[in-house]
């Protein structure tokens, strides 16, 4: 228990930290650091706020979600996920009542961790999580055609369809200096994803269109003109002023964040474990990211939570203990004050332009589309969370998608109480004899759904070695959703990743249907029709891995 509530950083320490680890962890904070600087002024921009408050959060939350998280590689800051609930916030309750529902966020996310409330968040099913963050990335992309286009509008709606309707309003006052700034911002960015995928690709279009902008003296916004107070400075902390009924305003937004914070900070971290093969501590991990919060709302931040793409950056870059993240940090810091005047010579037409890429990555159209391919009632859950999203309210898109998840998973089990009968008596207690040398056999039972896919990710920790063949037997699996393809889908990975080869078996029709339509998503995996069948695939893979080369 102990153990579960201790940072990864003081377990990584008392394992010794040595020269070549912070040479790594140090070139790894660095990169991570290029990468956030953009992306933390166009989600501060993007939030209702200005880019200063995304680098203050991408500062203080970075360094505390790195120093007291569960995590050994997580990188935490501003994400696209807040967007739409941060500037509803700031629309109704002013920066004020942001500042404080952050901290409210916060103390809830460390009593969460406390109460183990981090297991808890596996039974968020995948189409709902698809769902909403496809949502939020649309309405992310939403909001910057009129820094993308440079129009002239007075006001635009906060409601989806009237923004867009304020769009086709003002098309005509369109600036073409502005949409050519975007569009080069654009284009720049998507080479480099395809041609120098290493480079950072952000900074080198925000610095390419604030040289052009200026040197043509074009007439386009920039960061400057828009915010010509900006602070290039860390602020003093301080305790925002509150009254009771100003907690209570803000009680349901802090709630939102914290729920929105622990999904977010716990499915980057799972992403981090696939990749990294390590095991993050779910309660840890939100306490951290609760003092984080905190700490962010003191200095006027943002909300912060785990960021996905840049864990994932810093994993590619070599970090390898939760002092990359504290890098990263500090990395930022000195170019906030080093290089916080120039960030008023970027153009806003560019910034949209590198938020527009962030929406494209936060939809996972492959995921979508795939779940679009899934029964009738994962599609239903999918279309309704991702609807209620853009249309009406985040906080009630997830409370619908959680209940409608839950009536449609009673009535799957109803429907499949009767299928498997008499054939759970028969367990097969010699399925373990005779196995050949390198290859392992799990059979799995019951319905892989969104409530217990998440433990398939333990099953190759549990064996203790590695094999080169892992038969899964299917034949008491009498369903699955999307959830428990997209773990199972894991499970290959991780086991390929390991130098493990996956084999199903005895897979039942409803089952072997769902896992086509989930293609090209779910691959990796041959299907082989009996046991004993692939036990004799299984034996000759591995004979013919190490017969000696004659």
């Given at each position: 228990?102990?153990?579960?509530?201790?940072?990864?950083?003081?377990?990584?320490?008392?394992?010794?930290?040595?020269?070549?680890?912070?040479?790594?962890?140090?070139?790894?904070?660095?990169?991570?650091?290029?990468?956030?600087?953009?992306?933390?002024?166009?989600?501060?921009?993007?939030?209702?706020?200005?880019?200063?408050?995304?680098?203050?959060?991408?500062?203080?939350?970075?360094?505390?979600?790195?120093?007291?998280?569960?995590?050994?590689?997580?990188?935490?800051?501003?994400?696209?996920?807040?967007?739409?609930?941060?500037?509803?916030?700031?629309?109704?309750?002013?920066?004020?009542?942001?500042?404080?529902?952050?901290?409210?966020?916060?103390?809830?996310?460390?009593?969460?961790?406390?109460?183990?409330?981090?297991?808890?968040?596996?039974?968020?099913?995948?189409?709902?999580?698809?769902?909403?963050?496809?949502?939020?990335?649309?309405?992310?992309?939403?909001?910057?055609?009129?820094?993308?286009?440079?129009?002239?509008?007075?006001?635009?709606?906060?409601?989806?369809?009237?923004?867009?309707?304020?769009?086709?309003?003002?098309?005509?006052?369109?600036?073409?200096?502005?949409?050519?700034?975007?569009?080069?911002?654009?284009?720049?960015?998507?080479?480099?994803?395809?041609?120098?995928?290493?480079?950072?690709?952000?900074?080198?279009?925000?610095?390419?269109?604030?040289?052009?902008?200026?040197?043509?003296?074009?007439?386009?916004?920039?960061?400057?003109?828009?915010?010509?107070?900006?602070?290039?400075?860390?602020?003093?902390?301080?305790?925002?002023?509150?009254?009771?009924?100003?907690?209570?305003?803000?009680?349901?937004?802090?709630?939102?964040?914290?729920?929105?914070?622990?999904?977010?900070?716990?499915?980057?971290?799972?992403?981090?474990?696939?990749?990294?093969?390590q095991r993050h501590r779910p309660?840890?991990?939100?306490?951290?990211?609760?003092?984080?919060?905190?700490?962010?709302?003191?200095?006027?931040?943002?909300?912060?939570?785990?960021?996905?793409?840049?864990?994932?950056?810093?994993?590619?870059?070599?970090?390898?203990?939760?002092?990359?993240?504290?890098?990263?940090?500090?990395?930022l810091l000195l170019m906030l004050?080093?290089?916080?005047?120039?960030?008023?010579?970027?153009?806003?037409?560019?910034?949209?332009?590198?938020?527009?890429?962030?929406?494209?990555?936060?939809?996972?159209?492959?995921?979508?589309?795939?779940?679009?391919?899934?029964?009738?009632?994962?599609?239903?859950?999918?279309?309704?969370?991702?609807?209620?999203?853009?249309?009406?309210?985040?906080?009630?898109?997830?409370?619908?998608?959680?209940?409608?998840?839950?009536?449609?998973?009673?009535?799957?089990?109803?429907?499949?109480?009767?299928?498997?009968?008499?054939?759970?008596?028969?367990?097969?207690?010699?399925?373990?004899?005779?196995?050949?040398?390198?290859?392992?056999?799990?059979?799995?039972?019951?319905?892989?759904?969104?409530?217990?896919?998440?433990?398939?990710?333990?099953?190759?920790?549990?064996?203790?070695?590695?094999?080169?063949?892992?038969?899964?037997?299917?034949?008491?699996?009498?369903?699955?959703?999307?959830?428990?393809?997209?773990?199972?889908?894991?499970?290959?990975?991780?086991?390929?990743?390991?130098?493990?080869r996956t084999l199903l078996c005895?897979?039942?029709?409803?089952?072997?249907?769902?896992?086509?339509?989930?293609?090209?998503?779910?691959?990796?995996?041959?299907?082989?029709?009996?046991?004993?069948?692939?036990?004799?695939?299984?034996?000759?893979?591995?004979?013919?891995?190490?017969?000696?080369?004659?």
């Amino acid at each position: 228990m102990k153990e579960a509530f201790t940072p990864a950083l003081l377990s990584s320490l008392r394992n010794g930290y040595s020269l070549s680890q912070f040479r790594d962890d140090a070139i790894a904070g660095l990169t991570v650091a290029i990468v956030a600087l953009p992306l933390a002024m166009a989600l501060g921009i993007a939030s209702g706020a200005s880019p200063d408050k995304g680098l203050v959060t991408a500062i203080v939350a970075g360094f505390l979600i790195s120093a007291l998280g569960g995590s050994r590689v997580q990188i935490g800051g501003p994400t696209g996920a807040f967007v739409v609930v941060i500037s509803g916030i700031i629309a109704q309750h002013g920066y004020s009542g942001l500042v404080l529902a952050t901290a409210m966020a916060g103390v809830i996310l460390i009593i969460a961790g406390y109460a183990g409330v981090g297991r808890l968040m596996k039974y968020i099913p995948t189409p709902v999580v698809i769902g909403f963050t496809t949502g939020i990335a649309v309405i992310i992309a939403s909001s910057q055609i009129a820094d993308f286009l440079g129009l002239k509008t007075e006001h635009v709606p906060a409601e989806f369809f009237g923004k867009w309707a304020a769009y086709i309003n003002a098309i005509g006052t369109t600036n073409i200096a502005a949409m050519a700034i975007g569009l080069g911002a654009l284009a720049i960015i998507l080479i480099l994803k395809k041609v120098a995928p290493r480079w950072p690709g952000y900074l080198i279009a925000l610095t390419a269109a604030a040289v052009a902008a200026l040197a043509l003296k074009l007439p386009v916004e920039t960061v400057g003109l828009r915010f010509p107070d900006m602070p290039t400075a860390l602020p003093a902390p301080h305790i925002p002023a509150f009254t009771w009924q100003m907690l209570v305003d803000v009680s349901g937004p802090a709630f939102t964040i914290a729920f929105l914070a622990g999904i977010e900070a716990l499915l980057s971290a799972t992403v981090a474990d696939g990749m990294t093969g390590q095991r993050h501590r779910p309660g840890q991990e939100l306490v951290g990211q609760g003092a984080a919060n905190i700490a962010s709302a003191l200095f006027g931040g943002l909300p912060a939570t785990g960021a996905i793409a840049r864990t994932a950056t810093n994993i590619r870059a070599g970090g390898k203990t939760p002092m990359s993240g504290i890098f990263h940090a500090f990395f930022l810091l000195l170019m906030l004050l080093i290089a916080g005047p120039l960030i008023a010579y970027i153009p806003m037409a560019a910034l949209a332009a590198v938020l527009l890429i962030v929406a494209w990555g936060m939809s996972e159209i492959d995921r979508f589309h795939a779940l679009l391919r899934q029964n009738a009632g994962e599609r239903l859950l999918l279309l309704l969370t991702f609807g209620l999203t853009v249309v009406v309210d985040l906080t009630v898109a997830i409370g619908v998608g959680v209940t409608l998840a839950s009536l449609l998973f009673m009535a799957r089990m109803s429907e499949s109480a009767g299928i498997i009968g008499d054939e759970v008596q028969e367990e097969d207690l010699t399925q373990r004899a005779d196995l050949p040398e390198g290859v392992e056999v799990f059979r799995l039972a019951g319905p892989l759904f969104f409530g217990v896919a998440g433990e398939m990710l333990d099953a190759l920790t549990r064996i203790g070695r590695t094999p080169k063949v892992v038969i899964l037997r299917l034949s008491r699996v009498p369903y699955i959703d999307s959830s428990g393809i997209s773990a199972l889908s894991s499970f290959v990975k991780q086991a390929e990743k390991a130098g493990a080869r996956t084999l199903l078996c005895e897979v039942r029709p409803a089952v072997a249907s769902e896992l086509a339509r989930a293609r090209p998503v779910f691959a990796g995996a041959d299907h082989v029709g009996s046991f004993h069948a692939a036990l004799e695939q299984a034996a000759t893979e591995v004979a013919t891995e190490t017969a000696p080369i004659q």
